[in-house]
């Protein structure tokens, strides 16, 4: 790491590299932030589905204080999740936002915290939490350095987020390129059985799928299997190009 006020970003890319999760990324993240400042919990907060969690943490403070926020849907890690913006809490006693949580934190051991925004906006919008045990512990260079790690965490999120999205949209393609597949296959089977054309053959199909409340595309294996004795071929897998 860097001795200088920024964080090196060739360990950002390093890790999501070498990991196979999202999560697996942002527990690095959680972990390098402990180790640089020293303080007694990071953790990281993401919002799935409207909801709020502790996606991964470090050290022992961070996940107790993060859920205390979620009970009572307020704190400097919410604040700073839905307002992509910085929170720093310089000494918790004596703090009057957030209701009964600035004492609880002190109750905690915990005197000072700082949450920076993560990909603020977006499908993965989340916070950097960072708890420590004296007040006013986070400023000059250690503060530089956590904002430059959350910025550059920010790019690199997104292009996860991309990567995830993209790989989805390929499942998703594959699924429905089997499902047409064995459509196609049931459809000439009906047109050989009938003489009909492609149009009747669809009908007869859904007309039966509709009667026996069975989806399109199970009717259309059933009878594939049961004329063959095997289940229907599907097409070759999607495969990125080298």
């Known amino acids: 790491m860097n001795s200088d006020d920024t964080f090196d970003s060739a360990y950002v890319v390093r890790w999501l590299l070498e990991t196979d999760s999202l999560d697996g990324f942002l527990q690095a993240l959680a972990d390098a932030a402990l180790e640089l400042t020293g303080a007694e919990g990071a953790g990281v907060t993401i919002e799935r589905?409207?909801?709020?969690?502790?996606?991964?943490?470090?050290?022992?403070?961070?996940?107790?204080l993060d859920e205390k926020q979620?009970?009572?849907?307020?704190?400097?890690?919410?604040?700073?999740?839905?307002?992509?913006?910085?929170?720093?809490?310089?000494?918790?006693i004596g703090e009057t936002r957030w209701g009964d949580y600035p004492a609880y934190a002190a109750a905690c051991g915990i005197r000072s915290s700082l949450s920076l925004p993560i990909a603020a906006r977006t499908d993965t919008a989340g916070a950097l939490n960072l708890y420590a045990a004296p007040p006013r512990a986070f400023t000059g260079g250690d503060l530089?350095?956590?904002?430059?790690?959350?910025?550059?965490?920010?790019?690199?999120?997104?292009?996860?987020?991309?990567?995830s999205d993209t790989q989805d949209f390929a499942e998703q393609l594959q699924t429905a390129m089997q499902s047409r597949s064995v459509i196609d296959?049931?459809?000439g089977v009906i047109?050989?059985?009938?003489?009909?054309?492609?149009?009747?053959?669809?009908?007869?199909?859904r007309s039966a799928s509709q009667h026996r409340n069975v989806k399109l595309r199970d009717l259309c294996a059933e009878l594939i299997t049961s004329l063959t004795g095997r289940p229907p071929t599907a097409p070759p897998e999607l495969r990125p190009r080298p």
């Open 185 to 187: 296959q049931a459809l």
């Open 144 to 163: 530089t350095v956590l904002r430059s790690l959350a910025s550059q965490a920010t790019g690199a999120i997104a292009l996860a987020q991309r990567m």
């Open 49 to 64: 589905e409207q909801r709020p969690l502790t996606v991964v943490s470090a050290g022992p403070a961070a996940r107790k």
């Open 70 to 92: 979620y009970g009572l849907d307020d704190g400097p890690c919410l604040q700073s999740l839905r307002s992509g913006e910085e929170v720093t809490v310089d000494d918790m």
């Open 191 to 205: 047109m050989s059985q009938r003489r009909c054309t492609a149009d009747e053959a669809f009908g007869i199909l």
